[in-house]
């Protein structure tokens, strides 16, 4: 069930932002808090995701692995709000 997302131009201070958005107003919690590759994992109300995460700040790259997800959430739901999230987080930098 892995799908995989690479999304580019993830500054640090992009990388930054996106954690606190998801800590402080998502409830995900990051494991380890402040590395550059681990877990992020969250809650929903259909269950828990949990999603592997590699930021290479050389390349401004983050790769994103969706590694558990509840069977009745789609995947691509998950991936929109991520991009929603995302480029709200880029429009207050």
């Not at 992009?14 to 998801?22: F, G, K, N």
């Given at each position: 069930?892995?799908?995989?997302?690479?999304?580019?131009?993830?500054?640090?201070?992009?990388?930054?932002?996106?954690?606190?958005?998801?800590?402080d107003e998502h409830?995900?919690?990051?494991?380890?808090?402040?590395?550059?590759?681990?877990?992020?994992?969250?809650?929903?109300?259909?269950?828990?995701?949990?999603?592997?995460?590699?930021?290479?700040?050389?390349?401004?790259?983050?790769?994103?692995?969706?590694?558990?997800?509840?069977?009745?959430?789609?995947?691509?739901?998950?991936?929109?709000?991520?991009?929603?999230?995302?480029?709200?987080?880029?429009?207050?930098?």
């Open positions: 069930m892995a799908a995989t997302r690479t999304f580019s131009s993830v500054s640090a201070e992009l990388m930054e932002r996106i954690r606190q958005v998801a800590r409830g995900i919690l990051f494991d380890p808090p402040d590395a550059a590759t681990g877990t992020a994992t969250g809650r929903t109300p259909l269950g828990e995701c949990i999603v592997h995460f590699a930021y290479d700040i050389a390349q401004a790259e983050l790769v994103m692995t969706l590694v558990k997800k509840p069977l009745m959430l789609p995947a691509g739901f998950l991936w929109t709000a991520f991009l929603a999230e995302l480029e709200r987080s880029r429009g207050v930098l």
